[in-house]
């Protein structure tokens, strides 16, 4: 099961209240993990918020998760922020960073690796200042902002690829160059921008399965086959 797969967590926090709020001091720690988070929170959603999170996190926490459907991630998260604003309405500052990342789908054979990305917060945004990683022998790279505490997750992003190996599986490889944007929201997106394809190779195989139909092909051009001779003629008594 995951939880065997998963690391043990050690957790602690103490809150303690006063003044229509409460003093936070919260650690949690798994494997190489560690999350602080201090501060203070109010007791009402109208109070406002003044807490700071940092730690260390590795990606790997949740590839017990995700490496079920054969799309597995590494990597280490480090993170810096703090929170303000109200609960109804945080706000977000900070910083963070993602070292040695890999993100691989397994069913496309599609595969990131070496991932090395910086980004910020600022209020309800995040700002990807750079991410970078390598597909083959060449790369992608992402830059922009995604809204993150907005309700319909607004987004602007540029995305490039240099001799991109975006697939490579049994059945198709692809090898790519891209200057593509994607604007709008998580569920209404644009994409716009140019697509090459350097390279694309459909492997079919020499034998279908027998589930695989066969499809009579009719060529216009061609005179229609003979009628099938009659069998035998066989009575029956």
């Known amino acids: 099961g995951l939880g065997h797969s998963l690391p043990a967590l050690t957790l602690g926090a103490t809150a303690t209240l006063g003044g229509g709020s409460a003093a936070i001091d919260a650690r949690a720690v798994a494997g190489t993990s560690r999350l602080t988070v201090t501060g203070r929170a109010p007791v009402s959603a109208a109070g406002a918020l003044d807490l700071r999170a940092a730690g ?114 049994d059945a198709m490889t692809a090898v790519i160059d891209a200057d593509l944007t994607v604007r709008g929201t998580a569920t209404d997106a644009a994409i716009a921008g140019r697509l090459h394809a350097q390279q694309v190779d459909i492997r079919v195989p020499d034998t279908l399965p027998v589930s695989v139909a066969t499809i009579p092909v009719i060529d216009p051009d061609q005179p229609p086959p003979p009628p099938a001779q009659p069998g035998p003629a066989i009575g029956l008594d």
């Open 56 to 169: 260390t996190l590795d990606l790997g926490l949740v590839d017990p998760v995700l490496a079920a459907n054969g799309q597995p991630v590494a990597g280490t998260l480090t993170l810096n922020t703090t929170i303000g604003g109200t609960a109804a309405a945080p706000r977000l500052s900070g910083s963070g960073s993602i070292a040695q990342g890999e993100v691989r789908d397994d069913t496309l054979g599609a595969c990131i690796q070496a991932i090395q990305a910086r980004f910020g917060f600022a209020n309800d945004t995040l700002r990807v200042t750079s991410a970078s990683g390598q597909a083959g022998s060449g790369t992608v790279a992402l830059a922009g902002t995604i809204g993150v505490l907005s309700p319909d997750l607004p987004l602007d992003l540029t995305l490039t690829a240099r001799n991109a190996r975006v697939l490579a599986s």
